[in-house]
């Protein structure tokens, strides 16, 4: 079955400073795979994916992730923090080939940003 | 264009009550989903719908039944609401397409349970 891991349940860190979320998965095959953001009582948003190709995947606000498939991650990245990338972030694996097309998500990491 | 359109956003229960939570998508995606979302453990999947006419259990599916009424609507009910079931849930649609896949979700159905 597959599953996400995210390690990091909080992270603080300065506005303008670099930023990076970890996210682990398990799955038997090559995976689809995502990042969202949740602000504080909206709904998620999505950041970025990757299917297949390039392995650094550029998203939406300056985010990217990295797929390594020898380490079976997909860690997002910011260079600069803003004070208004304080969200959620959650990453997510998905199996569009088998049937149901189940979308799972890692438990979240919480960015608080500092002035 | 709406998207993903979720209906109640605040809902207060007694024990024991039911309710529907309405979800419609005007994207023409074939996939529907139902999430529950708790503090720590992100979004869990309840029931899924891959196609009209077809529905599926997913992680957390006891409590809970689901309707896919047509292509556009899939509905989610609670028949006798538990506290456990205090949550934000979140109906997604998706679509796969030759540019790739995505999930778009509505803004959330707060539900509590008294």
């Known amino acids: 079955a597959q599953s996400v891991t995210q390690p990091d349940i909080h992270i603080t860190v300065s506005e303008g400073a670099s930023l990076e979320l970890r996210c682990n998965y398990s799955y038997g095959a090559t995976p689809y795979l995502f990042w969202y953001v949740q602000s504080p009582g909206q709904g998620l948003q999505l950041l970025l994916k990757y299917f297949s190709g390039d392995t650094l995947v550029q998203g939406i606000k300056g985010f990217e992730a990295e797929f390594k498939r020898s380490q079976s991650s997909f860690n997002l990245r910011k260079p600069s923090v803003h004070w208004s990338d304080a969200a959620e972030y959650f990453c997510?694996?998905?199996?569009?080939?088998?049937?149901?097309?189940?979308?799972?998500f890692g438990g979240g990491t919480r960015v608080l940003v500092k002035p | 264009n709406a998207g993903v359109t979720q209906t109640p956003k605040f809902q207060v229960l007694k024990t024991g009550q039911s309710m529907t939570l309405q979800c419609a998508q005007d994207?023409?995606?074939?996939?529907m989903y139902w999430y529950r979302q708790d503090p720590g453990m992100g979004l869990r999947l309840i029931y899924y719908?891959?196609?009209?006419?077809?529905?599926d259990k997913g992680e957390v599916p006891n409590g809970y039944n689901v309707s896919r009424l047509n292509k556009r609507e899939f509905s989610l009910r609670l028949e006798s609401a538990a506290p456990s079931q205090t949550s934000v849930y979140f109906c997604?649609?998706?679509?796969?397409?030759?540019?790739?896949?995505?999930?778009?979700f509505g803004q959330g159905t707060r539900l509590t349970v008294v």
């Open positions: 994207m023409n995606h074939n996939s």
């Open positions: 997604a649609s998706i679509l796969r397409g030759p540019g790739g896949t995505e999930a778009f």
């Open positions: 997510a694996v998905a199996n569009f080939k088998a049937a149901g097309n189940k979308l799972t």
């Open positions: 719908s891959a196609s009209e006419g077809t529905t």
